[in-house]
């Protein structure tokens, strides 16, 4: 199975700023690489999908990036609202697997 | 608009059996894979079952494999999850998904004593 790491498990950051959360996976998985949002007590919502394609009715302040092993998940812009668990996932091969969640908090 | 909207929660013993339906609306239910994730209390998320638009094809997490059958009704735009010898490490929210991009809200289903 392949493996997904995400880092840091915690992030507090201030509004306004720059955020980027990591995610590793243990082999290449070809950009199948989404990311999604999950606020708490509600289901998880798309973001970014293949990597950099964003969701329709998402934000532009959210961004994907990455090949490989390696995807990051950019915030350009830190809103309150943004309070959230992320998640990534790899859908290049079975079993689909999740990152643990990176948890976004405000300072 | 999308719509995806579980159902059959509830709280069951070890051992036994239960049926999750998940009613698409708001697309063409037969055009589209359709998956099974679960998320346990304060944990993070399991994706255990996808079934081809056709049900021609289907996968299971191996943590599921061989108790658990995803099933689907065109006809009916519903998918379905049978869930038999239930464990207590089964006790989670439960969410069907289109693809990978629409998420029902969810059922939580408890395995206790």
């Given at each position: 199975d392949i493996q997904m790491t995400q880092s840091p498990s915690v992030l507090s950051a201030s509004v306004g700023d720059r955020v980027t959360l990591n995610c590793k996976a243990s082999?290449?998985?070809?950009?199948?690489l989404n990311w999604y949002q999950q606020k708490l007590g509600e289901a998880p919502k798309l973001?970014?999908?293949?990597?950099?394609n964003l969701q329709t009715g998402?934000?532009?302040?959210f961004s994907g990036s990455g090949s490989g092993t390696d995807y990051t998940l950019t915030i350009s812009s830190l809103q309150p609202e943004d309070v959230a668990t992320y998640f990534c996932f790899q859908h290049?091969?079975?079993?689909f697997t999740f990152g643990s969640g990176t948890k976004l908090e405000i300072k | 608009e999308v719509q995806l909207v579980e159902s059959g929660e509830g709280l069951v013993q070890p051992g036994s059996s239960m049926k999750l339906s998940c009613v698409a609306s708001?697309?063409?239910?037969?055009n589209y894979g359709m998956n099974w994730i679960r998320q346990a209390p304060k944990k993070g998320l399991e994706w255990i079952a996808l079934i081809y638009y056709d049900s021609s094809s289907k996968y299971y997490a191996d943590s599921v494999k061989g108790r658990f059958t995803i099933s689907r009704d065109n006809s009916k735009n519903t998918l379905y999850l049978e869930m038999n010898?239930?464990?207590?490490?089964?006790?989670a929210m439960y969410y069907c998904a289109r693809a990978f991009d629409y998420w029902g809200q969810g059922v939580m289903v408890t395995v206790s004593s």
């Open positions: 082999q290449n998985i070809n950009k199948y973001l970014i999908y293949n990597t950099n998402i934000p532009s302040r290049n091969s079975w079993p | 708001g697309f063409t239910f037969s010898s239930l464990r207590s490490e089964d006790t």
